[in-house]
Every structure is written in C-alpha cells, then in structure tokens.
C-alpha cells in the first residue's frame, strides 16, 4: 500500500493524493507512456512530472513541484513541496486512475477515490477553489526493488471535468551496496 500510495503522491503531488515511497532519475529523452517526448510540457521545479496533454484546460494550474532530494533515494526522506492553484472547489467523488509500470510490467491499473488519499497527507475534502501549498516528508522504504518506473495519475472531478493528469516515466532505482 505504501508503494501505490508514494506512486500516486509522487505523479499527483500538486493533488495531494497520498505519501510514502518511489522514484529516482528521469530521463526525459525517453518517450513517455503513449505520449509523445517531443510535445511534453515539464512541471516547474525540480521534479520527473511532464502533463500528459495541454495544461491550460485542466482546473489545476501548478506552479512548482520540488523533490528534495531529486533523484529520491531508497531508505531516505523525501521533502516535496507543491504549489498550485484549483479553478474550483474539488468535493467528495473525486477520483484518479492510477498507473505503475515496473519496465513493461503493470503493476498497479485502478480507479482510486481522491478524498480518501488525501488523509495520507493530512488533508481533507473538500480542496477549496484558489492557491493551496503542500509540504510533506515521506521515509522511503530501503526495499524498493532496483529497475525503471513509469507512473501516470490522470484525476477527474465528480463530475468528470479533468483536474490534471501527470506522468513520469522511466523513474529508475538503481541497487544500493
């Protein structure tokens, strides 16, 4: 739990969907999970976030996200600071479909409730229209097993208006000695 909980702070950290463990180098030379490296538009700050399309349509406008340390690395904490702004209220019955990708291997695919998430970062719903600042440290597991992953968190309203979706892709652990 604590890996679909890190994967989905890291890809959504601007959303505040949830805490505790992932990613390391990103190499953004690489194509994306079905998008195209060329047409990707980096979050600010210092992170591994690229929009998965057209920013300017989603009700969340970031205006950083920072990783500290960047890359993450296993057995440490991570300091992620988020700043962004909601065109609107977003209530209970938010959702974000969620994915991990260990190489070519789906780990996680599902459909998780936002509001829930948000308790891991000492949050509530509803998230109110304007500026919101997130600050959280997460300890990273030692065990995070070596090799690249790939995250997506694509987050809607109730009503299916689209929050933001984010990726991050050939996120790579490299084995400690």
Do not use: W
């Not at 950083?64 to 600071?81: E, R």
């Amino acid at each position: 739990m604590k890996f679909l909980s890190a994967a989905t702070l890291l890809a959504a950290t601007p959303l505040l969907c949830s805490a505790a463990s992932l990613p390391s180098i990103f190499d953004s030379s690489q194509a994306l999970l079905g998008g195209n490296t060329a047409d990707a538009v980096p979050v600010e700050g210092d992170n591994p976030l690229v929009y998965c399309n057209d920013p300017s349509d989603y009700l969340l406008t970031i205006d950083h996200v920072d990783l500290v340390p960047n890359p993450p690395l296993p057995g440490q904490k991570l300091k992620i600071t988020a700043k962004g702004t909601f065109g609107e209220k977003i209530d209970k019955g938010a959702y974000v479909n969620l994915e991990v990708k260990y190489g070519f291997i789906t780990l996680i695919r599902q459909t998780a409730d936002l509001c829930d998430q948000l308790g891991n970062v000492d949050m509530k719903c509803p998230l109110e229209k304007g500026q919101m600042v997130l600050t959280k440290e997460v300890d990273l597991p030692k065990q995070i097993p070596p090799g690249k992953y790939s995250v997506l968190a694509d987050v809607y309203t109730k009503s299916d208006e689209q929050v933001t979706c984010l990726r991050a892709n050939n996120i790579e652990f490299k084995a400690q000695f």
